[in-house]
C-alpha cells in the first residue's frame, strides 16, 4: 500500500484485492460439495453416518462449505420425503435414516 501512496495510484492495489477474491471464488466453486445435489448430499451423508443419529451441525461438520440454510433444506426435504426421521426442533433436532428408504427421491 505504501507503493500506490508514493506512486498516488492504486492500481496496485486494486489488482492484489482482485487476485485475492478470484481465489477466494475459485475455492468456493471447485468445492466438491458446491457441485452436489441436494439428493447426492443426503445419499453421501446415508454413508458417512449409516445408523447413528446426527445434528444439523455434524451435518455441515461433513460438508464443510455448505451454508447452514442450505443444510437445513437438505434435511427438511429429507424428513419430507421420509427418507430421514427427526426427534426434538430445532437446534436439538437430531436425525436417523430410515430403514429401507433408499427408494424415496428428493
Do not use: W
Not at 12 to 22: G, P, Q, V, Y
Not at 67 to 85: F, G, M, N, W, Y
Amino acid at each position: 500500500m505504501g507503493r500506490c501512496d508514493k506512486a498516488e495510484n492504486s492500481t496496485a492495489f486494486i489488482e492484489f484485492s482482485l487476485e485475492l477474491t478470484l481465489e477466494a471464488l475459485a475455492a468456493i466453486t471447485a468445492s466438491p460439495v458446491s457441485t452436489m445435489t441436494a439428493a447426492a448430499r443426503i445419499e453421501n451423508a446415508r454413508s458417512h453416518f449409516a445408523a447413528r443419529s446426527f445434528s444439523r451441525k455434524d451435518y455441515l461438520a461433513h460438508f464443510p462449505g455448505l451454508s447452514p440454510a442450505t443444510a437445513s433444506r437438505d434435511l427438511q426435504q429429507a424428513v419430507v420425503a421420509k427418507i430421514l426421521e427427526r426427534e426434538g426442533d430445532k437446534a436439538t433436532a437430531r436425525y436417523r435414516f430410515r430403514d429401507g428408504a433408499n427408494e424415496t427421491p428428493i
